[in-house]
């Protein structure tokens, strides 16, 4: 269900899509209040010869913090400004960090309750904080971020191009955005293209849905566990379709090559 409703909002007005997106992300806020589910993104399962060193009190959440990894790790974010849309409930800026050692992040997200949950989770960490706002008119000056960082989000904007114009326009000259998220196959090529009217110069893409799928399937059991305990029994199935659990329309569209899962590295 989740799967044909995600291909349909994609498809429809970009104001439409945004209200849509918002009420739901707005209900994945309010729900699921447990400490230990920082992170709504599908993961990625890195080879044997490349195992990230993790503190155990990160172990939980090796796969989701895997895919930040992938991005962050090639972006100059040490001692930088740096700026993640998108943030969802926190733990990938968490991540960012405490173990890339910006001399700042910041969080922004367009669902209140989100924001508030990141800050109540996150508060420990000094050069951490988040922020309301909406990724098509960012809340920053011009040339502001030395790096920005946007994982598995944009598929619910309403407008790509205006996305990446505002991200244009906030990143400092030189400055670099990294970018991961899923697309259907038929809006791979649309995708593309507001990448290229976007004012920002590719320097790495990679097509990394098989190490996506590695980590559906490894953290399968997590993500039901946390279903189960956390969402009420009506909601449960739209939100193990949203999961991307094994067997469901949107593991089976990776599967079956409908979709893919794609990132760039883009420089200013």
Known sequence: MIARIFIFFVRISPAFQRSIWR??????????????????????????????NLKSSDENNRMFIQLYDFVASQLPIKNNMVLEVGSGRGGGASFISRYHHPKSITGIDYSKSAIKLSTELHSDIDNLSFKLGD??????????????????????????????????RIIKPGGYFGWAD?????????????????????IKESIITSEVLDALDDIHDFKMTMITKNVPKFLQTAFTDFAGAKDSKVYNSFKQGNAVYLSKILKK
Request: with cysteine; hydrophobic share 35%; net charge negative.
């Open 23 to 52: 009420w739901w992300y707005q209900r994945l806020g309010k729900r699921a209040h447990d400490s230990g589910w920082t992170f709504m993104n599908y993961g990625y399962k890195h080879t044997a010869q490349n195992i990230l």
């Open 135 to 168: 990724a098509e008119s960012l809340p920053f000056e011009n040339d502001t971020f030395d790096a920005i960082i946007n994982i598995e989000s944009s598929h619910c904007y309403g407008n790509m191009e205006k996305f990446l114009s505002e991200v244009c």
């Open 182 to 202: 899923l697309r259907a196959k038929d809006m791979v090529k649309e995708t593309e293209y507001a990448f290229e009217k976007s004012g920002l110069t590719c």
